[in-house]
């Protein structure tokens, strides 16, 4: 009797040890998976920020286009003539214009406008486009919140008529930058507006 109790014993101090180690390898499979967790979650909530300053910065843009359009469609397009600065449509008066030097990859000249630099400068470095403040937006060198780097910009080039050559056609472009200046968007749209003169002179 002695003996089976003794063995009885020996067999719960073994059962004893098996839970013991399982707990351990569960605890630190919890750890492990909660390090993980909070690695990711980091993580998302910088994926998730960059995100909302995107969207916060196309929406900017997005906004300046239409302003650009709408400024377009009041009677202020035509040939348009060199732009070698940055311009403003927030003084009084306006210094706001089409510019004949449209953008491009590659400038030729270093007074070209290069759309490859956000943004946009003449191969000098000399900034270009129109700044324009869309109602709300506050812009501040220093980072914060709800802050743009930069009063957005636009840019408007003419395309010359259309086949019917009734509508003027304008390369409308517009840029914005986040908080800092690591968050750009860049939109664009072909702008038509149809001409007031008719052509009569076959009746």
Partial sequence: MMHARTFQQGRRGAQGGIVLITAMIILMV?????????????????????????????????????YAEWWVSQGNGGAG???????????????????????????????QAQVSVVPWKTADGVDLGVAYTPPGVTVSSTPGKGSF????RFYVSPLGADPSGLVQLYQVSAMAQGATADTVAVVQSVF?????????GGL
Avoid: H
Avoid at 86 to 106: E, F, G, K, Y
Avoid at 149 to 152: F, L, R
């Fill in 30 to 66: 919890v750890t492990v998976l909660a390090v993980a967790m909070y690695r990711n979650f980091g993580w998302l909530e910088r994926m998730s920020g960059n995100s909302l300053e995107k969207q916060r910065a196309f929406d900017v843009a997005q906004n300046t286009l239409q």
């Fill in 81 to 111: 003539s060199n732009c070698a600065s940055l311009l403003s449509a927030d003084t009084l008066p306006p210094t706001t214009q089409v510019c004949t030097n449209a953008l491009i990859s590659t400038p030729a000249t270093p007074t």
């Fill in 149 to 152: 780097a930069i009063k957005p």
């Fill in 192 to 200: 038509g507006v149809r001409s007031n003169v008719i052509d009569a």
